[in-house]
């Protein structure tokens, strides 16, 4: 059932370490079949060496268990509400890459300073709110979705596909697994370099709106220039 979702979240979770975005089982990639509103996700705890197409969970929306034998990842309930909630999604990743979640842990949005980060992410990448007591106590993961769902608002997630959640740690989307990799991937590069940017210059402006614009709008916009377009774009 569902084999090709589960094969594509097996394989974006097994290339975590490979891109140097994790340690030991300290991250999770999911995704979605929106047409059965049914997710697959990593199981909890298992390690990436180990990992097989048979042994990622598959849940519906709700979080009932449909078809595995492990525990699904203990971040299933924040993967679920962003998918509740952001209906362009087909992939969520979480991670703990060490320099995205620097900035997550200084509780400071990452911002845009040049044309590599404007390829990617229209903007400044947007920091939750810190959590409080209570909804650290009740709910703990299900909030941190709500937390993101909340920093969103009034924003499209596709424009900028990542966030920081405070004192925690990064969360990216795409259409895909292998998309919301892509954006993990990027972003864990644009906050090292943000961090060399203010390291050689504390006083760094971000990148002009014009700039911004171009970088992101020739990949982005309507009418989207970069790469190969038409029907035998590659």
């Keep these: 059932m569902h084999d090709e979702l589960r094969k594509a979240v097996c394989d974006a ?4 370490p490979k891109h140097n975005l994790v340690i ?5 990639v999911s995704g979605i079949d929106r047409s059965a509103g049914v997710v697959a996700i990593k199981p909890s705890g298992v390690a990436y060496h180990d990992l097989t197409p048979d042994k990622i969970v598959l849940l519906d929306l709700d979080g009932n268990v449909i078809e595995g034998h492990f525990k699904p990842s203990s971040d ?7 998918y509740r909630n952001f209906e362009a999604v087909g992939g969520i990743c979480h991670t703990h890459s060490p320099a995205a979640t620097a900035w997550a842990q200084a509780c400071r949005e990452i911002p845009c ?12 990448i947007p920091l939750t709110e810190i959590m409080t007591e209570d909804t650290i106590q009740n709910e703990y993961e299900l909030n941190t979705g709500r937390a ?3 920093r969103f608002a009034g924003m ?7 966030v920081l959640m405070a004192n925690h740690g990064p969360f990216t989307w795409g259409k895909t697994p292998a998309d919301a990799l892509e954006s993990m991937v990027v972003l864990e590069q644009t906050a090292a370099m943000a961090h060399d940017t203010l390291t050689i210059n504390p006083k760094q402006d971000q990148i002009s709106k014009a700039l911004l614009d171009k970088h992101y709008l020739r990949k ?4 989207a220039y970069y790469g190969q377009q038409g029907p035998n774009e590659q």
């Design 13 to 16: 979770n097994i290339q975590l």
């Design 24 to 28: 030991y089982s300290w991250g999770n």
């Design 76 to 82: 299933t309930p924040t993967h679920l509400e962003l």
């Design 113 to 124: 300073f040049g044309t590599t980060h404007a390829d990617y992410f229209y903007g400044p």
């Design 148 to 150: 993101i769902v909340k």
């Design 156 to 162: 499209d997630p596709m424009q900028t596909p990542a």
């Design 220 to 223: 982005h916009g309507k009418n």
